[in-house]
């Protein structure tokens, strides 16, 4: 059975010294160890400490073979997102990793899937971007939650979706710089509950601002199973129908009607949760996802799926038709 893994990160083994560069800012850097790790620095601080699967293209192929994994799509890490960068200088960042990820897709082209990143702070620069990304044979992008706490549904970013939708290019919605992150630092709480809100914050914005009432045609998946979206949907169509003056201001459709217009992919570490998802939406919408290398992710990838009760074509749909729908891409590709 073919298994695709939607959700995963890379980062190049080096990365220029942008601070330094610039004059300016936070940017993530690498101080690689004797012991094949490195450290990645937040600017002169340290962030955490990643193995050589975040780099090493075949460390990471020969981790997938022992799980019966062929195919990963890449995307950059969200710390590297540098939203808050100046234009030119994140557009420079972006150029930088969607090259990295464009040449490991040609090189393995069986093995990997790649997501470019956009300087979405800038709406032009975003959208050439973009453009480039698809010549370079990336498929789709990784955005945000938010953008420097603006949310999806903000004007300057409708015609980035617009192009995404014009040129084909899927959207994979991941969360970062959390809500509320500097006053719940203990117990990791950004993670565990910052990340699951995050993604629910930008469903809702994307669904009560239109975004997918008038880009019919959009493909976007949202990670982590969506977050805390479809756990609390009852109360989020509640709202709705209570109070539209609130709620339903840009788009008077109930939530609950886009259900399947957009995809998830299927961490929840909890079977009985996934196919509580599964009676919510259609088994070729929860796609098959990892979050590899990171430790919150599914480190067994898939272990939990492969073992349960679902049925053949329910795992055949999560494992990778769901993904290769979301991507628009042939299965013979990678068979």
Not at 15 to 28: E, H, Q, R, S, V
Not at 203 to 224: D, Q, Y
Request: hydrophobic share 40%.
């Amino acid at each position: 059975m073919l298994k695709i893994d939607l959700h995963s990160h890379i980062i190049p083994r080096n990365l220029p010294d942008w601070t330094k560069k610039f004059g300016y800012g936070d940017f993530i850097n690498l101080n690689h160890n004797e012991d094949r790790t490195a450290d990645m620095m937040h600017g002169g601080r340290f962030f955490r400490r990643i193995e050589e699967n975040c780099w090493d293209e075949k460390v990471r192929m020969d981790e997938y073979t022992n799980f019966n994994t062929q195919v990963q799509v890449v995307c950059t890490i969200p710390v590297l997102f540098s939203y808050w960068a100046k234009p030119k200088e994140g557009l420079e960042v972006a150029e930088y990793l969607n090259d990295h990820i464009a040449e490991l897709v040609a090189n393995y082209p069986k093995n990997y899937i790649g997501l470019g990143t956009l300087p979405m702070q800038d709406t032009a620069l975003a959208i050439q971007e973009l453009e480039r990304c698809k010549k370079i044979g990336l498929v789709g992008i990784q955005i945000g939650s938010n953008i420097n706490d603006k949310n999806l549904n903000e004007p300057e970013f409708f015609p980035i979706f617009e192009a995404c939708e014009r040129l084909g290019m899927a959207v994979l919605v991941h969360p970062w710089n959390m809500m509320g992150k500097s006053s719940m630092e203990k117990y990791w709480l950004p993670w565990l509950v910052g990340m699951p809100a995050e993604t629910s914050r930008a469903a809702c914005s994307m669904i009560f601002g239109g975004v997918f009432e008038r880009l019919p045609k959009l493909r976007v998946a949202f990670c982590h199973a969506g977050g805390s979206f479809l756990p609390t949907l009852g109360r989020i169509e509640h709202g709705f129908n209570c109070r539209p003056d609130l709620v339903a201001v840009d788009n008077n459709r109930n939530p609950r009607t886009y259900l399947n217009k957009f995809w998830i992919d299927g961490i929840t570490h909890d079977i009985n949760l996934l196919k509580y998802l599964l009676t919510l939406k259609d088994s070729k919408k929860v796609c098959f996802g990892t979050d590899y290398p990171f430790p919150l992710g599914d480190l067994e990838i898939g272990k939990f799926i492969e073992e349960s009760d679902l049925s053949t074509s329910v795992k055949e749909d999560l494992f990778s038709n769901a993904t290769l729908e979301f991507l628009n891409l042939d299965k013979k590709l990678f068979i």
